[in-house]
């Protein structure tokens, strides 16, 4: 749904692309500290009484450089991330970035698959057990369901309704015909 409402900011409100990922980085902002900060602050937790102390994050932040580093290059990722993920809707579709999204995440996966049987003492990486038959076919199915939903890959005996740009290109080339 999300990508849905992206899509038709850029294309249908003619919102510009860095000011849609602008927009969505003040919100998740606001969100994260009016709302999600202060809720783990009251939860019950393990670091001094709550989940997550303002206070203790502020003190690691403020005496940490190498967190500050590590915060630096995670929002300069994320940043990246959202305007290539935005580009990509804004070209395309919507449907194209959930796909991308999908594959991004199966690469994921086989990669991890691959480090473990590579170097089995490595901290990173996952071993296939008797479950990753049942996440594989997980993805086939995303991936296979997110195709015939866009259109990407079409079924034969279902119905596809025709595309606004299907039907516009066939409506200028019946023009040039006549």
């Known amino acids: 749904m999300f990508n849905v409402a992206e899509e038709w900011l850029l294309k249908d409100v003619d919102l510009p692309m860095m000011q849609l990922v602008g927009w969505e980085g003040l919100w998740s902002t606001l969100l994260m500290l009016c709302v999600v900060y202060p809720l783990l602050g009251s939860i019950p937790g393990h670091d001094h009484g709550v989940v997550e102390s303002p206070h203790d994050t ?30 990509v809707t804004g070209a395309l579709s919507g449907i194209h970035r959930m796909m991308l999204d999908a594959t991004r995440t199966v690469v994921i996966w086989i990669f991890g698959l691959t480090v473990y049987y590579i170097d089995q003492t490595s901290p990173f990486g996952e071993a296939w057990t008797r479950y990753s ?35 516009s290109k066939s409506t200028v080339d019946a023009g040039e015909e006549a």
């Open 58 to 87: 502020l003190a690691m932040l403020w005496n940490g450089s190498y967190l500050q580093g590590l915060v630096v290059v995670y929002v300069i990722s994320c940043g990246t991330f959202n305007a290539t993920a935005v580009a």
């Open 133 to 167: 038959i049942l996440q594989c076919a997980g993805f086939v199915l995303l991936v296979l369901g997110q195709a015939v939903y866009g259109g990407v890959l079409k079924l034969p005996g279902v119905y596809y309704p025709a595309n606004d740009v299907e039907t």
